[in-house]
């Protein structure tokens, strides 16, 4: 006796909250940094912070986003 059991898909907002959690995260971490270091007078690492929540964003919103749309 075969016993087919249909494969449906529940729920997914665990998955969708997740998935935006890691977009924009640690995007919003390394801004929070730059502005502390940059408050502090360290100017330049600040600004290296700055960038790095730049790249960081532009990355995960075309890898995340990618999953995300479906392609």
Do not use: W
């Amino acid at each position: 006796m075969n016993l087919i059991l249909p494969l449906e898909v529940g729920n997914l907002d665990g998955l969708v909250t997740f998935l935006f959690a890691l977009m924009f995260g640690p995007a919003i971490l390394l801004l929070i940094i730059g502005f502390i270091l940059r408050g502090n007078g360290k100017l330049k690492a600040g600004k290296v912070f700055f960038i790095l929540a730049g790249v960081y964003l532009l990355v995960s919103l075309g890898v995340c986003g990618g999953l995300m749309g479906g392609f």
